[in-house]
């Protein structure tokens, strides 16, 4: 008989462990789904959307392309939801970085999540791994734009913000995801010496902070 995870919620997300009856998703559905219909609804359909957005890269990595997509879909709907109960001033800083990344999922180029990434950065003082990851989100939607300049400099303050706030030691694992995506940008912009260094550092933060699941998709991109 095989032993049932311990891992809480949150684990099950750093260690990759999305599917089975223990996985993430599973827990999901079995505990977030029925919230919907209650007050909190925008907090619920952003935890869904960050879970199922985390699943389908978990999936695609696996090369399991249409759980993927539904993933993907669900995801967005469900981040798409959040706006449409809300409106984009009613959302913190984290829940529009859950829901840009949702978002830029199913379209790269998305000017909504470009807004959701500016309105957090301007009106709602992320703390700073959060503000790093709207960077990294910024950078990511120029560059699909072909802004290469843009994307750049955009990673690079992503970057900065990990190394003047320590983040890679309060918080090797948030760490390890912002190094990750930088380095993506700075290899796509043809920095590849400032692209080695972030999956250096991407790779060593996932390793301290112990996430099975930010050291395989490093491993992946390198």
């Known amino acids: 008989m095989n032993k049932r995870t311990t891992l809480s919620f949150p684990e099950k997300h750093w260690q990759g462990r999305y599917w089975g009856i223990d ?3 599973w827990e999901c559905v079995r505990t977030r789904w029925p919230l919907i219909a209650e007050d909190e609804t925008r ?3 952003v935890g869904i959307a960050s879970t199922h957005y985390s699943a389908a890269n978990s999936a695609f990595r696996s090369q399991r392309f249409l ?12 981040a798409r939801g959040a706006l449409v109960l809300v409106g984009i001033e009613g959302l913190t800083a ?17 000017e909504l999540a470009l807004e959701c990434i500016l309105r957090a950065l301007k009106y709602r003082q992320p703390v700073p791994h959060t503000e790093a990851l709207l960077r990294v989100g910024q950078a990511q939607v120029y560059l699909a734009r072909g802004d290469k300049r843009h994307a750049g400099e955009c990673a690079e303050r992503a970057r900065h913000i990990v ?3 320590g983040i890679d030691v309060s918080d090797p694992r948030q760490a390890s ?12 912009v043809g920095n590849m010496s400032q692209a080695r260094e972030c999956f250096d550092n991407a790779e060593a933060c996932a390793r301290r902070g112990e996430s099975k699941d930010q050291l395989a998709k490093v491993e992946r991109i390198r």
């Open 23 to 25: 996985g993430a998703v």
């Open 67 to 78: 759980v993927a997509v539904v993933n993907a879909l669900f995801a967005y709907c469900c």
């Open 43 to 45: 907090l619920v359909l």
């Open 163 to 165: 190394v003047a706030h």
């Open 177 to 188: 995801r912002i190094f990750r995506h930088c380095g993506t940008v700075f290899r796509a």
């Open 94 to 110: 984290n829940q529009l970085d859950v829901i840009q990344s949702c978002l830029r999922r199913l379209n790269p180029r998305s």
